[in-house]
């Protein structure tokens, strides 16, 4: 089955800096998506990537897919407290129905004032 | 109301309980999800609905009970759980026709089995 593996598991930083999270897949990703959760709460999609070095922003968060559709990575500039949270990356299985996700364990993003 | 919601928000139950956990999508989407959420754990996909038909149950114990009367209601009837199954429980919507295959969430529910 597909694995997801984030990196970090946990970051913190100081408001204003920059800050990277990768998603790595074991098998060709056939479609990518990035999503943030609150604790406790549900999931806030982000963006979705289908196509290898495919790159979309939103305001201050840039997500690319590599050539090889096998790592994402997820990039946040000059971060600010609302950005905390946990990121998610979820993949569309291959072989099999393409509405399915397979969620990595998340990243613990903590951003201090 | 918009989006996915999800009731009750937070449930504790004993083992010997039987409880429902309710979701409701205002999307127009015809397929839904029920997700596990636990600790340190990815996000389990526990149920699919496509278009009212369960096209997929995880390996699932027979102690959850999907039902799904309609394209925009879920429902999770639960029943002599352990503690084990205390976990986020999450909902999810989508359009399973439009190609992006983007996934709404429901804010979940906290539960907890004593």
């Known amino acids: 089955s597909q694995e997801l593996e984030q990196s970090p598991q946990s970051l913190i930083v100081q408001e204003g800096k920059n800050l990277t999270i990768n998603c790595t897949s074991s098998?060709?990703?056939?479609?990518l998506y990035w999503y943030k959760q609150k604790y406790g709460e549900g999931l806030i999609f982000l963006m979705m990537?289908?196509?290898?070095?495919e790159e979309k922003s939103h305001e201050k968060i840039t997500a690319k897919l590599d050539e090889k559709k096998q790592q994402s990575s997820l990039h946040i500039t000059a971060s600010q407290p609302s950005h905390a949270g946990i990121y998610l990356c979820?993949?569309?299985?291959?072989?099999?129905?393409?509405?399915?996700?397979?969620f990595g364990k998340g990243t613990l993003l903590t951003v201090n004032p | 109301e918009t989006g996915v919601t999800q009731t009750p928000r937070h449930l504790v139950m004993g083992m010997t309980n039987k409880k429902s956990l309710k979701c409701e999508q205002h999307?127009?989407?015809?397929?839904m999800y029920w997700y596990k959420q636990s600790a340190k754990k990815p996000l389990e996909l526990m149920f699919v609905?496509?278009?009212?038909?369960?096209?997929e149950n995880n390996s699932v114990p027979s102690r959850f009970s999907p039902e799904c009367p309609n394209s925009s209601h879920l429902f999770l009837h639960l029943h002599t759980l352990q503690p084990e199954d205390s976990a986020l429980y999450l909902c999810?919507?989508?359009?399973?026709?439009?190609?992006?295959?983007?996934?709404?969430f429901g804010p979940g529910t906290r539960l907890t089995v004593t």
């Open positions: 999810a919507s989508s359009q399973v026709d439009s190609g992006g295959y983007e996934q709404y």
């Open positions: 098998k060709t990703l056939y479609g």
């Open positions: 990537l289908q196509k290898g070095g």
């Open positions: 979820g993949a569309v299985r291959s072989g099999g129905s393409n509405y399915k996700l397979t």
């Open positions: 999307l127009g989407h015809n397929a």
């Open positions: 609905y496509n278009f009212k038909e369960q096209t």
